[in-house]
């Protein structure tokens, strides 16, 4: 058991939380399951949330609020901080000021959301202590609030995500709708990847669009480590972490679009760089003949792949249309009589009727150990 567990099992049992005689049997069972005592202790019923987040807030001298009051939560707040983030740190912005934002957190211990936030929206940050139960339902009441207003919005005519995505530099979180306007302006212009690369005098984002890279945007120098941390937190992934690459994905909805993008980091002498794929399921052509292939070409291909034999390599350059011809083949031989199966890093679109394999070399799922499986599944 860690000297950390034991701990926050010694706070409890002073603040009247948990009975001393108690302690030791749930530090066992914590270390033989590989559980966190205090999950343990909520999951058994042990101890009630809201006793043991109420004892760990007044250790440290944190407010403990009972009940949250999402109606007054202003919208633009919950706009800083992207749903994926809230829900996995357990964590909601209530109120702000000039200078500060009002937080709830469900871990009085746990200073990492806190830096995290504080680096978001470039405030500091006050916590108050919350039951992860109330606050993960204040998240869910709130997104869907907010999901509704721009509903209501969009069915009025408006433009809503333009709106929304549209950069101005007084606004209070410049950085987050300088983000925003990067993926709108992508989906606009048909990019399939936006880079951020970061130079001596300043940040540089270039569009590939139709194979090309296109300069498009550029920042001040200042602003590079505030833009990857607006996307590494979208991505779910460590924004303290600079030295090694990161992987991440996010999903947003874009002008009435829902895009997949793929994250991509890898620290540079410069800084770190970022390369960002969309994919936009609803653009996606999954039939050959809208591919462009001439006549004849296409023949050979459908012949091809109905073969019941055989291997077809398909290459070319980034955003050339390796995954969506490799997609499109899939759908024309795709029929109730056969079982297809694919090993994919990653799993790009989803087929319907196909068992599709996400690669996981670091398990040990690689695509040789997955066609070796596959040869049992019957395909």
């Known amino acids: 058991m860690s000297f950390e567990q034991r701990y926050i099992g010694e706070i409890l049992v002073r603040r009247g939380a948990l009975e001393p005689d108690k302690l030791e049997p749930a530090l066992q069972t914590a270390a033989d399951r590989s559980l966190e005592l205090t999950d343990l202790l909520v999951a058994t019923h042990v101890v009630e949330e809201v006793k043991l987040v109420r004892a760990l807030a007044d250790e440290v001298g944190m407010e403990f609020v009972e009940k949250l009051a999402t109606e007054l939560i ?22 702000e000021t000039d200078d500060s934002v009002r937080v709830a957190v469900a871990n009085p211990l746990d200073p990492f959301p806190i830096d995290d936030l504080r680096i978001l929206l470039g405030k500091t940050i006050i916590p108050v202590a919350a039951s992860e139960e109330s606050i993960d339902d ?8 907010k999901d509704e207003t721009a509903l209501a919005e969009a069915k009025e005519g408006e433009e809503v995500e333009e709106l929304r995505d549209l950069i101005d530099m007084t606004d209070e979180a410049p950085v987050i709708r300088w983000v925003n306007n990067l993926f ?54 460590n924004i303290a972490e600079r030295r090694l690459p990161q992987d991440g994905r996010i999903t947003k909805k ?21 390369v960002m794929r969309l994919l936009d399921k609803e ?21 091809l792949i109905r073969r019941p034999n055989g291997i ?64 049992r599944q019957d395909p």
């Open 74 to 95: 202003p919208e633009d707040l919950i706009d800083a901080v992207p749903i994926n983030f809230a829900r996995q740190n357990h964590v909601l912005p209530l109120t």
């Open 254 to 274: 874009i002008a009435g679009k829902v895009v997949d993008v793929r994250v991509s980091t890898i620290p540079t002498a410069k800084g770190e760089r970022v």
């Open 138 to 145: 204040a998240i869910n009441r709130v997104y869907e609030r």
């Open 312 to 375: 077809i390599l398909v290459t070319g350059p980034t955003g050339s249309g390796k995954t969506t011809t490799l997609y499109a083949c899939l759908n024309k031989i795709n029929t109730p009589e056969k079982n297809i199966l694919t090993a994919e890093d990653p799993v790009e679109y989803e087929l319907r009727g196909i068992g599709q394999m996400q690669v996981q070399p670091k398990i040990g799922l690689t695509f040789a150990s997955g066609m070796r499986s596959f040869l």
């Open 283 to 303: 653009q996606v052509l999954l039939n050959l003949i809208d591919l462009g292939f001439a006549r004849r070409e296409l023949d050979q291909l459908e012949g």
């Open 184 to 237: 709108y302006t992508a989906v606009k212009e048909r990019a399939s990847d936006i880079h951020i690369e970061p130079t001596d005098e300043k940040v540089i984002v270039r569009y590939r669009v139709d194979g090309r890279l296109i300069p498009r945007k550029e920042a001040n120098r200042g602003f590079l480590s505030s833009i990857v941390s607006r996307v590494k937190i979208e991505a779910g992934l």
